[in-house]
T-cell receptor
Framework: AQSVTQLGSHVSVSEGALVLLRCNYS??????LFWYVQYPNQGLQLLLKYTTGATLVKGINGFEAEFKKSETSFHLTKPSAHMSDAAEYFC???????????FGTGTSLTVIP | DVKVTQSSRYLVKRTGEKVFLECVQDMDHENMFWYRQDPGLGLRLIYFSYDVKMKEKGDIPEGYSVSREKKERFSLILESASTNQTSMYLC????????????FGPGTRLTVT
């Protein structure tokens, strides 16, 4: 079975500072990887995904993530945090069919003015 | 755009009531999922379905059942609601051809009193 670990359930950054949210996975085969964002009282929205090809993936709202197979990591970054980035972020891993889909426990991002 | 809708955003029920949560997707997706989300626990899979009339138990199926009579509709049933089922319920769908990406509804916040 696959698993996803998000380091840090709460992360605080200053407005304009780098955002780094960490995600590690365990998988015996190359997985598909995702980051989702959830704003208060809403469903999850896809930020970006990695399936195959280029390991640096760009998503919406200026976020990007890099798939590092040797480190089994898929960390999410954004060069400059905005107040509107305050939300819950979930990393997820899937097999190719989507039938086996696993979420991390989430990281709550706070942006300090 | 893919749209996943849930029948209610907020629901208040009494202990012992039978509760139906409905989810409809409009993109002909094969897979549909029900999660519950609780603070500090992330998303936990209750049930999923990969085809009409097919269902598979997730991590926490106890106290729940599901129904999928049509491809676009996936219902979650709480046979006898209890206070420990107070939670946010999220429905999602995915296609087996889209690398597992899940599309989420807005969620139903259920309170059982």
């Amino acid at each position: 079975a696959q698993s996803v670990t998000q380091l840090g359930s709460h992360v605080s950054v200053s407005e304009g500072a780098l955002v780094l949210l960490r995600c590690n996975y365990s998988s015996s085969v190359p997985p598909y990887l995702f980051w989702y964002v959830q704003y208060p009282n809403q469903g999850l929205q896809l930020l970006l995904k990695y399936t195959t090809g280029a390991t640096l993936v760009k998503g919406i709202n200026g976020f990007e993530a890099e798939f590092k197979k040797s480190e089994t990591s898929f960390h999410l970054t954004k060069p400059s945090a905005h107040m509107s980035d305050a939300a819950e972020y979930f990393c997820a891993v899937s097999d190719q069919t989507g039938n086996q889909f696993y979420f991390g426990t989430g990281t709550s991002l706070t942006v300090i003015p | 755009d893919v749209k996943v809708t849930q029948s209610s955003r907020y629901l208040v029920k009494r202990t012992g009531e039978k509760v139906f949560l409905e989810c409809v997707q409009d993109m002909d997706h094969e897979n549909m999922f029900w999660y519950r989300q609780d603070p500090g626990l992330g998303l936990r899979l209750i049930y999923f379905s990969y085809d009409v009339k097919m269902k598979e138990k997730g991590d926490i199926p106890e106290g729940y059942s599901v129904s999928r009579e049509k491809k676009e509709r996936f219902s979650l049933i709480l046979e006898s609601a209890s206070t420990n089922q107070t939670s946010m319920y999220l429905c999602a769908s995915s296609s087996i051809w889209s690398g597992g990406e899940q599309y989420f509804g807005p969620g139903t916040r259920l309170t059982v009193t």
